[in-house]
């Protein structure tokens, strides 16, 4: 049996999966529990420490998800497996992708500091592929968070960009226009 904590932030993530981070209030995570709201205060201080378990949480599950998966020796074969797991996240849990990357939150890891020291292990497995590349001699020698962040902000625009109505394409379409981002990034753009 899971505690009464662990109940209450099992409750919020499904609430910011299904309706985003707005959809999530003390009220709600108690009337879904049986709870008083003032019970669920005992277990979370505030609604921003909640958020900040439920954030912790979503990263810690997308890490044990994706660092199980088998990463292709193939640098760019990898950076398109990256994609596409962003591409899955963003179209199939579309509230929880912007609550994870998008939305503005308290205590939420930061460039360069938290990432470069390790506090984002997602964004790590990004790197260790960039780190791969660089060693294989695929990617040119650089700064691996800076090329992970400039490859993720790529994606997440175009996601926010999607989300908001302002490419109106179906999901395979988005997903190629995605894969077709990455490779004009890896190539460049210069004649």
């Known amino acids: 049996m899971s505690s ?15 309706g985003g981070s707005a959809s999530v ?8 529990l049986g709870l008083s709201p003032m019970a669920v205060y005992r277990h979370f201080p505030n609604r921003e420490a909640l958020l900040a378990r439920v954030a912790d949480d979503l990263f810690d599950d997308a890490y044990d998800r994706l660092s199980r998966k088998a990463i292709p020796a193939d ?20 509230r ?7 939305e503005p939150r308290d205590g939420a890891r930061t460039f360069p500091a938290d990432f470069s020291g390790g506090r984002s292990r997602l964004f790590g497995l990004l790197t260790g ?23 993720t902000a790529n994606v997440y ?4 960009l999607h989300q908001g109505g302002r490419i109106a394409l179906s999901d395979e379409d988005f997903r190629e ?15």
Do not use: Y
């Not at 209030?25 to 879904?32: C, L, T, V, W």
């Not at 929880?96 to 998008?102: D, E, G, K, L, R």
């Not at 625009?157 to 926010?160: F, Q, R, W, Y």
């Open 4 to 18: 009464t904590s662990e109940r209450i932030a099992a409750a919020a993530k499904d609430l910011v999966t299904a």
């Open 25 to 32: 209030s003390m009220r709600k995570i108690g009337d879904a």
């Open 75 to 94: 640098t760019v074969a990898a950076l398109h497996g990256a994609v596409d797991d962003l591409v899955d996240l963003a179209l199939d849990h579309p």
């Open 96 to 102: 929880q992708f912007a609550f994870m990357f998008i």
């Open 129 to 151: 592929i960039v780190d791969a590349g660089i060693a294989n001699g695929t990617l040119a020698p650089t700064d691996s968070w800076k090329v992970g962040l400039t490859l």
């Open 157 to 160: 625009g175009l996601v926010a």
């Open 177 to 191: 226009l995605c894969h077709d981002s990455l490779e004009r990034l890896l190539n460049g753009i210069l004649a």
